[in-house]
């Protein structure tokens, strides 16, 4: 499976954005997907996951404002952000759990949120 995320911007403090993962593969409804971030200098931080079940788990950071769901049927999973701070600015990820074994990352979507 391979993954393109999408949807970033810019949004002010307190706003929404939608974030997409879209995956090519015919195992897409069996994957894991996680999201990730990461801010230029920093280490990477996880977000959010989706088992194929459609539970999720989210960082501590993310419980309340974020939520990560997937459309089996279009190949893709969202990650649906609310209240926006600017310490959510970051590229975003998202990734299997494959990508994570391997180290690969893609091309993440950056989100940029102004005070």
């Known amino acids: 499976v391979q993954l393109q995320a999408c949807g970033g911007g810019l949004v002010q403090t307190g706003g929404s954005l939608r974030l997409s993962c879209t995956a090519s593969g015919s195992t897409f409804d069996s994957t894991v997907i996680h999201w990730y971030r990461q801010v230029p200098g920093k280490q990477r931080e996880f977000v959010a996951t989706?088992?194929?079940?459609?539970?999720?788990k989210y960082a501590a950071s993310a419980k309340g404002r974020f939520t990560i769901s997937r459309d089996n049927a279009k190949n893709t999973v969202y990650l649906q952000m609310n209240s926006l701070k600017p310490e959510d600015s970051a590229d975003y990820y998202c990734?299997?759990?494959?990508?994570?074994?391997?180290?690969?990352w893609g091309q993440g979507t950056l989100v940029t949120v102004s005070s």
């Open positions: 989706i088992y194929r079940s459609g539970s999720t």
């Open positions: 990734v299997t759990n494959t990508d994570l074994v391997r180290a690969y």
